[in-house]
């Protein structure tokens, strides 16, 4: 196969474990006789820093020119200034829109290897495998009206949460297509004790899941998600949510597997395009160390060797190495525990991609 990746690297670590994917990636392509052709763009603190604007039409061009796109992060203390005119945050929210990227994959697996990583007991995360399923392009993220509204009562500031039934069933659509893959459960995350938004989000839940008779369907209020995120992790398998809370649930799930620096993910649209990135930030605070850990880097890439490209004895054989790397007891410092081997970006990304072309 002939295919065209961009890669953003952005801000912070994302270039460190963007390098490392793209080193896996090309190991991939000599082991299994594809052409892997690479273009790189701006994006975040970075295309601010270069051109004013944290998501220049260049970029957009050049990724709606690929079949997908890699992201490592964006923002930094640089960019964070509440009153600043631009925001790294913005280019990646725009992307987002701009593609089409209405589905967030976030699986969160246990690799038994970082069972001791986790804050939590093993006996609790033993079983847990669950997928995260965010909705990416609408809800509070942008509705409108937002922003000041500074009134005789002094400032404040409106977001507008907002949903229609079309965003939410495409996105249960999703939902339900993974499960019927996986163990066929689906569970639905709103606070429809309290907003109105979320009625209607339970209400379409509802019509999609009869649509699905063979698999099981609960809906779930995001505050008792949260919870039973750390009692029973074990028992979900699927879990839908709209876009505030999917992105706040998908941090607290990334600590069942012990470090966000493990975690990957995927956007997608209608269609096989995708853009892959790890859930973690830019890491500011360990940027240009050479410790950041790419793994979730590099699981993103594998996510986008099997769902964009369709290529899934290729994206086994990534996931495959960064397991069998883990249990010869290699760890970034992010992951390690005691007495295993600590090693840095690029020779964990180094272990990967030899083991990928040895095995
Ligand atoms: C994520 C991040 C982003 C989000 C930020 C960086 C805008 O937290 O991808 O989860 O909130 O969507
Ligand atoms: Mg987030």
Redesign the pocket.
Known sequence: MDAKITLLPGDGIGPEVVAEAEKVLAAVGSKFGHTFEFARALAGGIAIDQTGNPLPDETLAVCRQSDAVLLGA??GPKWSDPKAPVRP?QG??KIRKELGLFANIRPVKIYPALAEASTLKRDVIENVDLVIVRELTGGIYFGQPQGPVDGPNGRAAIDTMHYTEAEVARLMHVAFKIARQRRKKVTSVDKANVLASSRLWREVAHQVAAEYPDVEFEDVLVDACAMHLIRRPGDFDVVAAGNLFG?IL?DEASMLAGSMGMLPSASLAEGKFGLYEP?H?SAPDIAGQGIANPLATILSAAMMLRTTFDLPAEADAVEAAVDSVLARGYRTPDLAWSGETKVGTEEMGDLVAQTVIEA
Do not use: P
Request: proline content about 0%.
């Open positions: 964006v923002g945050e990646l929210l992105d998908s859930i930030g």
